[in-house]
């Protein structure tokens, strides 16, 4: 048999100058399209850049290719929107009312003066509106613990504080002339005939007392009498004053 041939591989000669092979380094000539040592493109087309993610999401109609993950981030856009939505309603009382407190500290309160003074029971000389005179030597006399008022306003407004005056007198020597209620139950209808109800606890001292209340909508105040202190024998319950403040 005749012998096989022996394949030698044939050194192909280095170019002078060209245009390097990105794959092997390999220099070709201006002319060329694929490396004479590698065959790799020498003059390949630019690849198009990659389209953002939301791109891959909307518009609904654009078609991608299959695993592009288009439908794992929409389910998580779907999931971030309805916690948003819920997270929103849950805090939205507590966010509203949050605003509503900053407001009434940024601004001025202005007084408010009711338009009708209606006791459950007074006693002779001292009616019930002597709370809203401005005077303080002048009050609202209550034969016994329970009695109450209620104040009614023009229109409704937000309840920003309100300004208790106990007892008969803001001077110390007349103060202890009459009894005085340590307690009082406030019950405030607002606009929508919500009635919402607070406790105010006095103290037993001459002078203004303040409470801040940020209550909306306020349509009528009703202030009931508890916890009598110095009823004895010939003494009544003493309010000399009672302020409201609505916020400006």
Not at 10 to 26: F, K, L, N, Y
Request: hydrophobic share 40%; aromatic share 6%.
């Amino acid at each position: 048999m005749a012998p096989r041939p022996v394949v030698r591989p044939a050194a192909v000669p280095d170019e002078g100058a060209g245009v390097p092979c990105p794959a092997c380094g390999a220099l070709n000539s201006p002319g060329r399209r694929f490396c004479r040592r590698c065959a790799t493109a020498l003059n390949p087309a630019p690849r198009p850049a990659p389209l953002p993610w939301w791109r891959t999401v909307w518009p609904l109609r654009r078609r991608v290719r299959a695993g592009s993950g288009r439908a794992v981030r929409l389910l998580v856009i779907l999931a971030v929107l309805a916690a948003l939505g819920a997270g929103g309603l849950l805090l939205l009382p507590a966010g509203r009312a949050l605003v509503e407190d900053t407001r009434d500290k940024m601004s001025k309160a202005k007084p408010v003066t009711p338009v009708a003074v209606e006791a459950s029971a007074e006693v002779p000389r001292h009616p019930a509106t002597n709370t809203t005179d401005g005077l303080s030597n002048r009050y609202w006399g209550a034969p016994a613990p329970g009695a109450s008022v209620t104040y009614t306003f023009r229109k409704p407004f937000r309840l920003v504080d309100l300004i208790i005056t106990n007892g008969a007198s803001t001077s110390p020597d007349h103060y202890a002339r009459q009894a005085r209620a340590l307690h009082l139950e406030m019950e405030v209808t607002t606009r929508d005939g919500e009635r919402r109800r607070k406790e105010l606890t006095l103290s037993d001292k001459p002078g203004p007392q303040t409470f801040p209340t940020g209550i909306s909508d306020v349509r009528t105040v009703r202030l009931v009498l508890r916890s009598a202190a110095g009823l004895t024998g010939g003494r009544h319950l003493a309010l000399a004053e009672v302020e409201f403040f609505a916020r400006s």
